[in-house]
């Protein structure tokens, strides 16, 4: 959620995000160089999410390929960023059961995945994953969480930009 609120910041309409009753969520819509983003912050219980994102895509006329999903991962380190296409969801619940939501294939979904590292010592990973972040994690975040809004918003444009138009970023 905190990366989307960041992209809806960069694109401008962090004031326009509305309650969709339709879908659950809280929807924001940006332009970009031509292209129509739609912003999804699914409302539901997290292991729900998926429903979510399936009547937005059914609302929004959105195609499995439109649809980018946006994760914290136990298995990157605090602060790393990347893209997957497809791929096992692995221990990532509300991953499988989002895409047990969507009419696509797991292979075609890409998802955004914000490294969160594993808790240490005896911490389960539930009451990890729902604990604040320390001070000296927060700092960090910041800078994360725009690298992470950036680095999405660069690759849906790379993306879905007509050949040529953002040139070879190899």
């Excluded at 969160?116 to 990973?125: K, Q």
């Excluded at 972040?133 to 809004?149: C, D, H, K, W």
């Excluded at 930009?161 to 970023?169: H, Q, V």
């Amino acid at each position: 959620m905190a990366v989307l609120d960041r992209l809806a910041r960069q694109l401008a309409v962090a004031e326009g995000w509305r309650a969709d009753r339709r879908c659950c969520a809280d929807v924001t819509v940006a332009a970009a160089r031509g292209l129509e983003l739609v912003l999804l912050k699914p409302r539901r219980l997290m292991n729900l999410n998926g429903l979510s994102v399936a009547s937005a895509a059914e609302i929004y006329n959105l195609h499995p390929e439109d649809i980018y999903l946006v994760h914290d991962d136990l298995d990157k380190a605090l602060g790393k960023v990347a893209i997957k296409l497809g791929g096992s969801a692995r221990q990532a619940l509300e991953v499988k059961l989002l895409q047990l939501s969507l009419p696509l294939p797991p292979q075609e979904m890409t998802r955004l995945r914000v490294g969160i590292g594993r808790p240490e010592g005896e911490a389960t990973v539930s009451s990890y994953v729902l604990a604040p972040f320390s001070t000296g994690e927060q700092e960090r975040l910041e800078q994360v969480l725009g690298q992470a809004a950036t680095f999405l918003l660069e690759h849906i444009l790379q993306r879905r930009a007509p050949t040529g138009e953002l040139g070879d970023r190899g």
